[in-house]
């Protein structure tokens, strides 16, 4: 039942980041940011509680998820804090919409 939501979490982050750091206005911009922080927390918190679930057997494995998930969030809320105090960067951009795609294959695979 997490796996599904979790899919789905990921894909609205993956729109969300594209159409926010593609949108001229900075209303929209700080709109597209409320949605990929919400869908993003609904994904730690279903990572957490897989954690806690599978607690004594994949215990390195999700730690690890989680590290990435962090980091993966880091780089999302730099993105967004370039496009509202400057015009973006579109290579940036593209990485942040790698690194939620390789989210996406490691949720397919082993969530």
């Known amino acids: ?3 599904p939501i979790a899919e789905v979490m990921v894909v609205i982050l993956i729109i969300a980041t594209i159409c926010g750091n ?3 206005k900075e209303k929209h911009v700080a709109d597209w ?3 990929a922080r919400v869908a993003y927390f609904i994904l730690l918190t279903l ?3 897989k954690l806690i679930t ?3 057997v994949v215990l390195v494995r999700n730690i690890i998820w989680l590290l990435y998930l962090i980091v993966v969030y880091i780089y999302l809320e730099n993105t967004f804090r370039l496009k509202r105090e400057t015009f973006g960067d579109p290579l940036r951009t593209t990485g942040v919409t ?3 795609v390789i989210a ?3 949720i397919i695979v082993f969530f």
């Open 33 to 35: 940011l409320g949605i």
């Open 98 to 100: 790698g690194a939620l």
């Open 54 to 56: 599978n607690y004594p």
């Open 104 to 106: 996406m294959i490691i």
């Open 1 to 3: 039942m997490i796996k």
């Open 47 to 49: 990572s957490v509680i």
């Open 22 to 24: 593609h949108s001229k």
